[in-house]
């Protein structure tokens, strides 16, 4: 089997469809497959990373804490734009994990790396 | 080539399934290998036996089950998207004490394990979603 | 077979109304890669917005099933290619990747 890299793009706002957790499910099954996993966060998908989520009194299933746990799996390579940043008045270190923040044409340039892209 | 698609819908709404399967048919007949099919999210809702389908419209996983006799095709359902939805086998339905098994025969349930190994076993991945 | 000249095949089935995904699709084209409008998607292959899709310079598809079933045969821009399933699949095949924008 050739070795494929997979990119998963994240698009939606937490607590919103369950296309947040279906991706991150994703991610954590092919990387146990040994499938090298990178992850892009656009737009909305940015605000799920925001640190200091209390969300127990919703009683919705918040996926903050498997974010956290992705380096466990080697999934490091998170992406997202700076653009998105500045339009939610944001900075890396607001979020709760390490991610790369990249312009538009260095994000096209990225996508061209990948073998497969799921966005759900 | 080796296709694999990967469908994310809901079957009342949109036409993404339809279009997948039109897909499908097209690639069989060029000759493509169709290594599996795998449905996932919201898509699995409609793989139940227990659903009644208006006489006046199409039954999508009817024709799915067609496609997969003449073809041989692999359909693969998520097991955590249909459990969670009221979709199961008879394997799930013993095991969390359910009235009734309703997974259409001649689908699986199966984990994203299988989408793994459809990502690794294919050239190309399709999505058709909604 | 496999030696695919092609980049990233992009794959639109909702209608310009979704301003987001459009943008974020624009976002990653580079060139080599085209677009195929099918579903809902293929009302962007008339009026404005066509020209707009066609501004970015790539190649642009549109599924003529689809075309066909929303009554709009008549208004399709001609520099859009009208497809059918067959050549959906062999562009899928030609492009080393698609990426599904819904």
Known sequence: MADKKLLLIFRNPPFSDSSNKDTLDIALACSAFDIPVSLLFLHDAVLQLIKGQQSQALQQKNLINTFKALAMYDIDQLFLLESDLRRFALSTADLTVNCQAISESEMATLIRQFDTVINL | MIISLLIYASQNSGQAEQTALRFTRSALAQGHKIHRVFFYGETVSGISSLKVIPRDEIDITGQWLDLAESDDLDLVVCIAAAVRRGVLDQQECDRHNRVAANLVAGFNLSGLGQLADAILSSDRLLTFGN | ?102
């Not at chain 3, 998607?41 to 066609?54: H, P, T, Y």
């Not at chain 3, 399709?76 to 562009?91: E, G, K, P, R, Y």
């Open chain 3, 1 to 102: 077979m496999s030696d695919s000249i092609f980049e990233t095949l992009h794959i639109i089935n909702k209608t310009s109304s979704h301003t987001a995904l459009y943008a974020d699709c624009f976002n990653t084209l580079l060139p080599g890669d085209a677009i195929v409008l099918i579903e809902s998607g293929v009302f962007s292959a008339c009026g404005q917005q066509a020209n707009d899709l066609l501004k970015l310079q790539v190649p642009l598809y549109a599924l003529v099933i689809d075309i066909q079933a929303r009554g709009i045969a008549d208004s399709i821009n001609s520099q859009v290619s009208c497809i059918d399933d067959d050549t959906f699949v062999s562009l899928a095949c030609q492009y080393k990747k698609s990426i599904s924008w819904f």
